[in-house]
């Protein structure tokens, strides 16, 4: 989403390409951990651009409850003790979309930490 909305990001063009081309094809899912993540990393006008965005329903917000929360803590934990960097909630969050999804294709720049997670399956993610 950051990429998306600001222009100076290096992979803007391919994102803002790649939903051009396939915006009838793709259902886009996040969730509040990621939205609050790009929302702070976002300034100014890029920021309201992206939430008006998601306002108007270009965006599935994925309900994630309290509940799943235990399950999230252990895969941040599993991810953070065998990896070099830590799995964080917005990741997490994602992961979990993914898996209660029946997912693999996500759209990131942190292609270093997506490219270690595996799904229960042992399948990667597919990034784009």
Same mark, same amino acid.
């Given at each position: 989403?950051?990429?998306?909305?600001?222009?100076?990001? +290096?992979?803007?063009?391919?994102? =803002?390409? !790649? @939903? *051009?081309?396939?915006?009838?094809? &793709? %259902? /886009?899912?996040?969730?509040? +951990?990621?939205?609050?993540?790009? =929302?702070? !990393? @976002? *300034?100014?006008?890029?920021?309201? &651009? %992206? /939430?008006?965005?998601?306002?108007?329903?270009?965006?599935?917000?994925?309900? !994630?409850?309290?509940?799943?929360?235990?399950?999230?803590? /252990?895969?941040?934990?599993?991810?953070?003790?065998?990896?070099?960097?830590?799995?964080?909630?917005?990741?997490?969050?994602?992961?979990?979309?993914?898996?209660?999804?029946?997912?693999?294709?996500?759209?990131?720049?942190?292609?270093?930490?997506?490219?270690?997670?595996?799904?229960?399956?042992?399948?990667?993610?597919?990034?784009?």
């Amino acid at each position: 989403m950051v990429a998306l909305f600001n222009p100076k990001e +290096p992979a803007h063009a391919h994102y =803002s390409h !790649l @939903l *051009r081309e396939q915006a009838h094809g &793709l %259902l /886009l899912t996040s969730t509040w +951990p990621c939205i609050t993540e790009a =929302s702070y !990393l @976002l *300034r100014g006008r890029d920021r309201s &651009l %992206l /939430l008006d965005w998601i306002g108007q329903g270009a965006v599935q917000v994925y309900p !994630l409850d309290s509940q799943h929360l235990p399950d999230m803590a /252990l895969l941040m934990q599993r991810y953070t003790e065998h990896g070099k960097t830590e799995m964080d909630l917005a990741d997490a969050s994602l992961y979990w979309v993914a898996v209660d999804g029946n997912v693999r294709t996500i759209l990131t720049l942190d292609v270093r930490d997506f490219s270690r997670y595996r799904l229960p399956d042992g399948r990667a993610f597919e990034i784009l």
